[in-house]
């Protein structure tokens, strides 16, 4: 069972929710590392594995939350 991931409780912007087998997001869209799912990390700096240097940054609303934004334009 996968575990709740501490992404979405923190409201980070960048948080794609579940893809699959695990939770992603725009710095790990193959699956965000445990580490900072769990809180053990709180992405305030960018990792050598993910792919851009993204870092965690607080949405003021959950709309504004990278997995609530339509996917195509004009969706």
């Known amino acids: 069972m996968l575990r709740d991931c ?3 409780r923190r409201m980070c912007r ?9 939770h992603v997001c ?3 869209p ?6 900072i ?7 305030l700096t960018a990792l050598p594995e993910q792919i ?3 870092i965690y940054e607080r949405a003021d609303n959950y709309s504004e ?9 004009g969706f």
């Open 6 to 8: 501490i992404c979405f």
């Open 14 to 22: 960048y948080y794609g929710g579940f893809g699959g087998v695990q």
């Open 26 to 28: 725009n710095a790990f």
């Open 30 to 35: 193959k699956g965000i590392p445990d580490k």
């Open 37 to 43: 799912t769990t809180g053990e990390n709180e992405h």
């Open 52 to 54: 851009n240097d993204i």
């Open 65 to 73: 939350m990278e997995m609530f934004r339509p996917t195509r334009p």
